[in-house]
């Protein structure tokens, strides 16, 4: 069952029609925020048991933070606070979802300026120890169009007929191996010029259901929390190089403000940038070139239109780590298909369920 962090989060679902969050990363002067924090025994007499001191000025004026993590325990609930001038405004209260394995995202309501720093704290509501938190990000988010229609698409749409060659589809797990919810609204549909590869930050995964559980709870977080139709991105590679479906492949998509006209979105599971610098695994790597291998030929998109998040927006996703790949996959993807036997190979690969001595292994491998 999932759980709520507070109370119902109905209020925050009365969006505008078109409008939707989108959120900018706020950063904090150490990377302390990033790391597992152990919560002390024994809450203080107001609840507290973790701060996260202030955070660096936000970037642009917001209307709520969003943020997800980790936290080990249902009772663990969170605050988030806004300092405009010298003083601190007042505490205002978190509300999200928990998943079983601990995954939470939560949504505060608090407003504030560019320029404006903010601070998060954890309150302890069960009993016995409280145990730990860990935060995969935060950001100050605005409403804008899902769609950023008004925004030109960066590139002409390029013709199928430009394939150089046909790679064949790789394995994907379809929508219900997840237990995906339905989109909120219909889709726009969406004929695709370009991919891009992003990280979703919140660590390596490489347990099945544990990825089943991570991708409901980024779901959650981007139906509920920021009130998108669907989940963002059209595919989700875990640690173990599964590919599972997002939204449809043939409808637009929410991954990059303004530029999701065309758009396939391809994220890995981890967080590739500091201060975690994970690597992205030897099985995500393949599974990442031989998806793109079969988008670019089944819709004709050039190489050279595979790009980083980063390439498109303010942001360091998908990472040092994976974003210093990128070029490799370019390279593999304008490679000319594959002779028949290798292609058979690929074909005939199952669905790996590989055991952990054999996963570790292939952890950190180029
Ligand atoms: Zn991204």
New binding site residues.
């Given amino acids: 069952m999932r759980t709520f962090l507070a109370v119902p989060i109905a209020a925050c679902l009365a969006l505008p029609a078109q409008a939707i969050e989108v959120g900018k990363g706020v950063d904090f002067p150490d990377s302390a925020m990033k790391q597992r924090a152990s919560l002390p025994a024994r809450p203080g007499p107001d609840g507290v048991v973790w701060e996260s001191g202030a955070s660096e000025p936000v970037a642009a004026d917001f209307q709520a933070l969003l943020f997800r993590g980790r936290a080990s325990r249902p009772g663990i609930v969170f605050e988030a606070a806004v300092r405009s001038g010298p003083d601190w405004g007042p505490w205002t209260a978190a509300q999200g979802e928990r998943s079983p394995s601990g995954r939470f995202w939560a949504k505060a309501a608090a407003s504030g300026r560019k320029g404006d720093r903010v601070r998060l704290r954890a309150l302890f509501m069960g009993e016995g120890p409280p145990g730990w938190v860990e935060f995969f990000g935060l950001d100050a988010s605005a409403m804008e169009d899902e769609g950023g229609a008004a925004a030109a698409p960066r590139f002409a749409p390029a013709s199928a007929a430009a394939a150089a060659g046909a790679w064949p589809k790789p394995g994907i797990l379809p929508r219900s191996a997840w237990g995906a919810q339905p989109a909120r609204k219909p889709y726009e549909p969406m004929p695709a010029d370009r991919i891009t590869v992003?990280?979703t930050e919140s660590g390596r995964i490489l347990d099945r259901e544990e990825a089943a559980d991570e991708l409901l709870s980024i779901q959650s977080f981007h139906q509920r929390g920021r009130g998108w139709v669907d989940i963002g991105y059209h595919f989700i590679i875990d640690g173990a190089g599964r590919i599972w479906e997002g939204r449809p492949l043939a409808v637009i998509g929410a991954?990059v403000r303004d530029r999701n006209e065309g758009n396939l979105g391809i994220?890995l599971m981890g967080d590739f940038h500091k201060p975690q610098r994970q690597k992205p695994t030897a099985a995500q790597l393949e599974s990442l070139t031989a998806l793109a291998r079969w988008l670019a030929s089944a819709y004709g998109i050039p190489a050279e239109r595979i790009l980083g998040?980063r390439d498109q927006d303010q942001?360091t996703?998908?990472g040092d780590n994976l974003y210093s790949r990128l070029g490799e996959l370019r390279q593999a993807v304008a490679a000319p298909p594959a002779p028949l036997l290798a292609r058979a190979k690929v074909e005939s690969m199952p669905m790996f369920e590989l055991d952990g001595q054999r996963l570790q292994a292939m952890f950190d491998s180029p």
């Fill in positions: 992003h990280h991954h994220s998040h942001t996703c998908p």
